[in-house]
């Protein structure tokens, strides 16, 4: 089977080959292609696809599934780029760094101005906020209202059909959402301060993330058609120690569900992403309806194994599995290391690893190797057969 028919016949819970090998490499690669220093097998690659594609592997374009273009015509919206020199555009899953490794934001609105702040960290490819948006809530409430309320949103579908385009047979575009109204808390003010104004200012909190769960279902609504669109993944970071099973039913639940009652009704399939410890939220996944956590971590990082997460419900598929312990292995024994996980994983796992898709668990680390990457792929084509 080619990657396009494994992906999408595991996705529908239909007969196929073997679990699909699924990594996701884009900041590795690229922050290897910046730095100058990808390996020698992949000089000739000018693209993380054309990485996968000499992989064998079966392609997720996350990159062409970020479609969100965002316009603020009532906010006197301008950007521009500080700091040091970047030696080439670096690429980032929000921002392309092109002029300076600083990105800032500012927009103006009747209740007062607000900033935004990005920095590229050139030692792992990564873009980290430095500065948010929702800081102080009395002098900057009103502000962050009136911006949620006029902004507009729209989706970029040339980007998805480039993306279409570029992976062919070889795999799926999955379309990025915005993240649940808790997330949105998150990226307006971090989580620890999100917490915090969830427990202070109940109420305002929850008129913020009212306007932001209308946005994600109007958004939804408008790529559900697109033809190909087959996988939406909400984007978020969930992860017990900041979605508490209380906030997690509160503020999360009713939207999730929403989304995957509309997906569902055209015969396609949600993911939600996760990024740590889940078996407290285990019954609200359950509950939620989506077909996957993407990117579930194993123990340690995580906390809740493959098997129990297979168990939650007969038709719950698990993504995961390349967690960053063995991306990072050296030695002459890490290739023996990564077969026998893998071995012992599938064994595990029985009939059920029909509903695996083995991925990384977010991102595969800067400082993972390819070798390691190659030993995965090897070993799931030599035990992953079904």
Not at 28 to 34: G, K, N
Not at 364 to 383: C, E, H, M, T
């Amino acid at each position: 089977m080619l990657g396009k028919q494994r992906l999408l016949a595991t996705l529908g819970r239909r007969p196929h080959d073997r679990v699909p090998f699924m990594p996701n490499i884009w900041q590795w690669f690229y922050h290897h292609q910046y730095a100058g220093n990808l390996p020698p097998e992949l000089q000739g690659c000018n693209s993380y696809i054309d990485a996968l594609r000499l992989l064998g592997a079966d392609i997720f374009h996350k990159l062409a599934g970020l479609v969100q273009v965002y316009e603020y015509p009532d906010c006197n919206y301008h950007a521009s780029f500080s700091g040091k020199p970047v030696r080439r555009p670096a690429v980032t899953e929000r921002l392309l760094f092109t002029e300076g490794t600083v990105f800032k934001e500012h927009w103006d609105t009747p209740f007062g101005p607000l900033d935004h702040e990005w920095m590229y960290r050139e030692d792992d490819g990564t873009a980290v906020e430095t500065h948010h948006m929702l800081e102080n809530f009395d002098i900057q409430y009103s502000a962050i209202r009136y911006w949620m309320e006029h902004m507009q949103l729209k989706s970029n579908q040339a980007l998805f059909n480039q993306g279409l385009a570029e992976v062919g047979d070889d795999g799926l575009v999955p379309v990025y959402l915005l993240g649940t109204p808790l997330k949105q808390l998150h990226w307006l003010a971090r989580q620890d301060r999100a917490s915090l104004l969830l427990l202070d200012h109940p109420a305002e909190m929850q008129a913020l993330m009212d306007i932001h769960a209308r946005r994600l279902l109007e958004q939804l609504e408008e790529v559900l058609s697109w033809p190909e669109s087959w996988v939406f993944v909400i984007r978020d970071n969930v992860d017990s120690l900041f979605y508490s099973p209380r906030f997690f039913r509160q503020f999360c639940l009713p939207t999730v569900q929403k989304a995957a009652e509309l997906v569902h009704a055209r015969g396609k399939f949600i993911f939600l992403h996760a990024c740590g410890k889940l078996k407290a939220l285990a019954p609200l996944i359950a509950e939620s309806g989506v077909d996957s956590m993407d990117g579930q971590a194993p123990p340690l990082l995580g906390d809740w194994n493959f098997a129990e997460a297979l168990a939650v419900r007969p038709d719950y598929l698990a993504t995961g599995g390349m967690f960053v312990p063995y991306q990072e292995l050296e030695g002459e024994d890490a290739v023996i290391r990564i077969n026998s996980y893998v071995r012992d994983l599938f064994a595990e796992l029985g009939p059920a690893k029909a509903r695996m898709i083995f991925s990384t668990s977010c991102n595969w680390s800067p400082l993972g190797s390819w070798k390691n990457l190659v030993a995965f792929r090897d070993a799931v084509i030599q035990y992953g057969m079904l």
